[in-house]
């Protein structure tokens, strides 16, 4: 069923915006395959994502996201530490919100937090981490609120792997896998 717009336009399906996303930001793991859309059936027939389907390999942020960053920032290079900064200060209550959210059971409140986390982590680079906050938001999207305690873990080890690595770009030392 389409849903209006109080000005009249249909809003586009949310897999014609996300799909082409997915594709060109790393993320393609979370697209189904088989269907070319984004989760896959879950539970009795549901349409969530499957946790299998997400990247479970802890790498460094992006090079070429971190890149371009720094190319956009060349005029105020000290802004790429000021940002990392505020996302290593952020996460933490984003990621309580998502807690929260699981033990409430609450699916607007998560996949609005797991949004903004994802949002923030992949402007960075840290695609491990947004990928699983992907997860968590189409979780909450589809009414699942509980199930995403399964990707807890998860989330906080990505959130640990991802914040180590940035804070080695902060001081300028190479990140090493191992």
Do not use: W
């Not at 000005?7 to 269907?35: C, D, F, K, M, W």
């Not at 960053?69 to 005029?75: G, I, M, S, V």
């Not at 959210?101 to 903004?116: I, K, P």
């Amino acid at each position: 069923m389409n849903r209006k717009r109080a000005s009249g336009h249909r809003q586009a399906p949310a897999t014609t915006i996300v799909q082409p996303v997915l594709r060109s930001s790393g993320y393609a793991a979370l697209l189904n395959p088989a269907e070319g859309q984004v989760g896959s059936s879950g539970p009795a027939g549901s349409s969530v994502p499957s946790a299998s389907k997400a990247p479970r390999a802890f790498g460094p942020p992006d090079p070429d996201v971190l890149a371009e960053l720094r190319e956009q920032l060349a005029d105020a290079p000290e802004m790429l530490d000021e940002l990392i900064a505020m996302f290593l200060s952020g996460t933490p209550a984003l990621i309580e919100a998502i807690r929260t959210a699981v033990a409430h059971g609450d699916a607007r409140a998560l996949s609005r937090a797991a949004h903004s986390c994802r949002g923030s982590s992949a402007s960075l680079g840290t695609t491990t981490l947004a990928a699983v906050c992907d997860e968590i938001e189409l979780l909450g999207r589809g009414g699942e609120a509980t199930l995403a305690a399964r990707l807890l873990p998860r989330l906080e080890a990505a959130f640990a792997h991802a914040s180590a690595a940035l804070e080695h770009t902060m001081i300028g030392t190479a990140v090493v896998d191992g």
